[in-house]
């Protein structure tokens, strides 16, 4: 762990000035109240809005704990000496600790071990020391996990066979004779060194989906306050949606109103209008939005904490009703919500739900999503419900749990139409049913009996 002096636990020694949410040392969220903090986390927006929607703010310590106890667990259970993470999210929920994310899922030059004793290592980019000095579950931080060509060229090879080295001589110390070692995501000189060194590696994915997909009240309360800010930057983009700005205009407020309130990035760009719409997966552009159409959108938005957020609306640009057809297109997709959501319950087979589903009108089916639900915690996750038709026997082979965070999704339009409505929600498992979190409202101006 570093020494260095001018970190002390999250906090620089800079100016300690207190941020006006909390007169005490701590956040409401249990972090450390300092403007000069290394951290990253919710603004004092963000904590506002969430006092006045009465929400539980979560207790990040906590939060840490549970979710390493997670992943000991998982490691425990297939009886494994350890899981080694390279995917900056796998990262992120092991440790919390937060270095340019995105840059890091092309750039892979962290790494973190958990051994199945629960002693976290977590390797870093060059002087990064202080952005995990305030994490007491991280016990060691190294650095050498850079072997991908961008970084190490021609002696990639030798750069991976020492890190290797390194995990070899944690492994042994802390796993003994147990060489059962799990991996998420690896370059390939890393996973021969590895595998030179007498390693049995398994899929280190299975581990971090099964550990993640659960979600304690704790980890609840933060997804809770994640989908709330994203519902407020989606209002400010929908006072942003009028005739004459563009689809970047529009979607430039979403990023923004995420940003201000302590959210991370959002990864895709899924807003069209108009024509646009259909065929889906288009991403915005230059178009000027115009009166009497459409615009539809796809969040994909990792908010405050990393916790996604990941909602779809479809608006109406104008003041009078939208056409018969675009409100028969709309009724669908809500009713293919609404029934898909109303069939969830704990205890419920994976297979037996995707043979349960809403069948949609034959003229919507050939452009219907990907998949009609999927989990969501730090991005989309384990598990992705199919339609019948995209069913694979045994991929999905399990059932609904308590506390299993879901998303409900639709997406409708005949081909050659001229426009697609996306809705989606996100909700979780209770112990009777499903309690859907997101609360942004539909649009009256496409089903005006909402």
Known sequence: MSADPYVVGSNRKIDPNRRRISNSDLLPDGTPNNSDRVEIGPTDLAFEEWQKLGLTVPDIPLLRNYRLSRLVGEIQQRDLGGLLMFDPLNIRYATDSTNMQLWVTHNPCR??????????????????????????????????????????????????ESFASQVDELMRERSGNNRRLAVDKIEIDGLRSLEKLGFEISPGQEVTEHARKIKNANELSAMRCAIASCEAAM???????????????????????????????????????GPRTNPWFQECGPR?????????????????????????????????????????????????????????????????????????????????????????????????????????????DAILEPSLTLCVEALVGEIGGDHM??????????????????????????????
């Open 288 to 396: 000027v939005i115009s009166e009497g159409e459409i615009l539809a959108f796809d969040t994909d938005l990792i908010g405050p904490y990393g916790i996604c957020a990941d909602l779809s609306r479809t608006w109406w640009i104008g003041d009078d009703l939208a056409p018969a057809h675009m409100r028969e297109s709309y009724a669908e997709a809500v009713e293919h919500i609404r029934y898909n959501t109303s069939l969830l319950r704990p205890g419920l087979n994976m297979e037996d739900l995707t043979r349960s589903l809403h069948v949609l009108q034959d003229k919507y089916d050939a452009l219907k999503y990907s998949s009609p639900m999927h989990g969501v915690g730090m991005c989309d996750e384990w598990p992705l419900i199919a339609y019948p038709d995209r069913l694979v026997d045994g991929a999905f």
């Open 111 to 160: 790494a973190c071990l958990v051994t199945a004793d629960g002693y976290m290592v977590l390797w870093d980019f060059h002087a990064g020391e202080h952005l995990s000095a305030h994490l007491p579950l991280v016990r060691e931080v190294r650095h050498g996990a850079s072997f991908f060509y961008f970084e190490t060229g021609d002696r990639s090879s030798e750069i991976a």
């Open 235 to 273: 209002a400010d983009m929908r006072r942003a949606a009028v005739p004459g700005k563009t689809e970047v205009d529009a979607w430039a407020e979403l990023q923004k109103g995420n940003f201000i309130r302590g959210g991370e990035w959002i990864e895709t760009r899924l807003l069209t209008s």
């Open 421 to 450: 409505v996306k809705l989606e929600d996100q909700g979780v498992i209770t112990d009777d049913g499903f309690e859907t979190m997101s609360v942004y409202p539909w649009d009256e101006r496409l089903f005006p009996s909402s």
